[in-house]
Antibody, heavy 119, light 107 residues
Framework: QVQLQQWGAGLLKPSETLSLTCAVY????????WTWIRQSPGQGLEWIGEINHNGVTSYSPSLKSRVTVSVDTSKNQFSLKLTSVTAADTAVYYC?????????????WGPGTLVTVSS | EIVLTQSPGNLSLSPGERATLSCRASQTITNNYLAWYQQKPGQAPRFLIYGASSRATGIPDRFSGSGSGTDFTLTITRLEPEDFAVYYCQWYGWPPRTFGQGTKVEV
């Protein structure tokens, strides 16, 4: 059974860089889309961006200038970096893997990481 | 960018009743690239439906999706206590793969 585990700093100061990593267990990175999604407190889901099995990345237009998604296939991990964070970036961040190969959906989810941006 | 508008925002129902949730897109959804997710408090979302009407693995058949073009529906027949949650639709064609704002199904 596919399980995703994620980790990273939970408290940041404004202007710092958010860095999260997601590891997959019981499944492969190969052939799948890997996505980051966030949810601000009490709000809905926001698609941040993704990397596909060919290493092609896509990002939300509103975050594109600050976001990088990358993958390390040797470790079965993928990562999110978001630079110059502000309080508006406070959210639970989820990593997700496609349910089927080459499907850009969030079929399997990590548990989420709460990231708080505060001075 | 495709904008998805879900209605109603809140739906008050009782166990055993039927729930009908709507998701309307700002432009035509090609190839029915429309998915649905369920989220309970404190949990990650759960993948329910893809291709507008195909259930994901392990999803009970009381959940069904329908629609095409710009109008889509998630129907839950005979609500079970564990179905009270927030439901999101998502466009997953070309990026950005946007979500609707959610519909909360509550008792």
């Amino acid at each position: 059974q596919v399980q995703l585990q994620q980790w990273g700093a939970g408290l940041l100061k404004p202007s710092e860089t958010l860095s999260l990593t997601c590891a997959v267990y019981g499944g492969s990175l190969s052939g799948y889309h890997w996505t980051w999604i966030r949810q601000s407190p009490g709000q809905g889901l926001e698609w941040i961006g993704e990397i596909n099995h060919n290493g092609v990345t896509s990002y939300s237009p509103s975050l594109k200038s600050r976001v990088t998604v990358s993958v390390d296939t040797s470790k079965n991990q993928f990562s999110l970096k978001l630079t110059s964070v502000t309080a508006a970036d406070t959210a639970v961040y989820y990593c997700a893997r496609g349910p089927y190969t080459d499907w850009p959906l969030a079929g399997h989810w990590g548990p989420g990481t709460l990231v708080t941006v505060s001075s | 960018e495709i904008v998805l508008t879900q209605s109603p925002g809140n739906l008050s129902l009782s166990p055993g009743e039927r729930a009908t949730l709507s998701c309307r897109a700002s432009q035509t959804i090609t190839n029915n690239y429309l998915a649905w997710y369920q989220q309970k408090p404190g949990q990650a979302p759960r993948f329910l439906i893809y291709g507008a009407s195909s259930r994901a693995t392990g999803i009970p058949d009381r959940f069904s999706g329908s629609g095409s073009g710009t109008d889509f529906t998630l129907t839950i027949t005979r609500l079970e206590p564990e179905d009270f949650a927030v439901y999101y639709c998502q466009w997953y064609g070309w990026p950005p793969r946007t979500f609707g704002q959610g519909t909360k199904v509550e008792v």
